[in-house]
């Protein structure tokens, strides 16, 4: 669930001062950044015969996590410009 907390966070800090991204470029970042996990953590756990519990978890603690982070992005990324 950090994953989609954090890392739109980091994109944005990335983003926006360190590479200086026109403002349409850094809200798609920080919104795709704010997007749940792929299902690709649990398919190579399926496929390498690993516990696929964690990252069925995982997938569906970040899928419940990004109903509100993409908006709260573009909401906040919106009123910051």
């Known amino acids: 669930m950090t994953q989609t907390l954090v890392q739109p966070l980091i994109a944005y800090g990335v983003g926006g001062p360190l590479l200086r991204l026109p403002d349409h470029q850094l809200r798609a970042a920080v919104v795709c ?3 749940p996990a792929a299902q690709n953590v649990f398919v190579h756990a399926r496929q390498y015969g690993l516990d696929t519990r964690p990252a ?7 899928t419940v996590a ?8 573009v909401w906040a990324l919106g009123a910051a410009a």
């Open 66 to 73: 990004s109903m509100a982070t993409p908006s709260l992005a």
């Open 56 to 62: 069925c978890d995982f997938v569906v603690a970040s």
């Open 33 to 35: 950044s704010a997007l």
